[in-house]
């Protein structure tokens, strides 16, 4: 039994003595996020099973390395370690790129909620008269805000646009607080996030479409990303009631009557509401 690190394995001389020495089986525990340098330099040449620590815990005691790869690779000679499911190359690729793309958002919408109390805070009521704060109209009476202190019906009249213009004596009386040179140096940083943000969405989102233009979906493409990332382990198992459940509400029986819950999974249902919404925006029937 020796020890290999990650800068060795790297070598192909490793990678070849290993398969002269007939070694072609390589179980694994995944540790964190360093499992999978491993992992990726080896799958190509090895048959790999990656293990959940939790269900291969030794006796406790004094835990070593050692003893824990020879515990290890005694219970998968035994076949008593169960596999964990791993998608193939290209399908984590884009869950990571989701998974990155969902972050954004998350923090986008972080920022907005900053801006949000920044107005507030200022007595700047531009929610109560805007649906959406953050739209054209919106985001140019916040810039608007940064260079003038006061507002009339011509300045608003060239700012708003749409069902906003409709409502322009109201927009006035909701700007009328005041807003501080601390406040505005913050307002002017986090507008500048969010375009960042916005930009950086729309670049992951770009590479996602390029690396799943071959999948060629019927579904909008970020739903299919978190579907694949989500169904493919359940697809492992060869049987429907896990999707059922994952994708399905809950179904329980009353006195012989039906009653249809909610989604039990969240994920779930975010990604079948987004497609929902997608359907009904591209009308495909």
Known sequence: M???SVPVLMS????????????????????????IPVFNLMEDSFFLTLANPSFTKTFPGNKTDRRDAKWLAELHRLGLVQPSFIPPKHIRELRELSRYRHKLIRDRSAEKSRIHNILTVCNLMLSS?????FGKSGMNIMHALLRSK???????SNLVMGKLREKIPQPICALKGHLTSTQAA????????LKNFDDKIAQIERLIEDKSHDLQPAIHYFALVLLLGKLLRLL??????????????????????????????????????????EICISKPF
């Open 150 to 156: 006061s507002f009339d019906e011509d300045l608003l």
């Open 2 to 4: 020796f020890i290999l």
């Open 129 to 133: 008269v805007a649906t959406d704060i």
């Open 12 to 35: 192909t001389k490793t990678i070849a003595w290993l398969q002269e020495n007939d070694c072609h089986v390589v179980v694994m525990e995944s540790t964190g996020k360093y499992w």
């Open 186 to 193: 913050k307002l002017s940083v986090a507008l500048d996030n």
């Open 236 to 277: 492992s198992f060869r049987r429907l009631e896990p999707i059922c459940l994952f994708s399905l509400p809950l179904i329980i029986f009353v006195s012989g009557q039906a009653y249809a819950l909610r989604i039990m999974k969240q994920e779930a249902n975010g990604v079948l509401l987004k497609q929902k919404r």
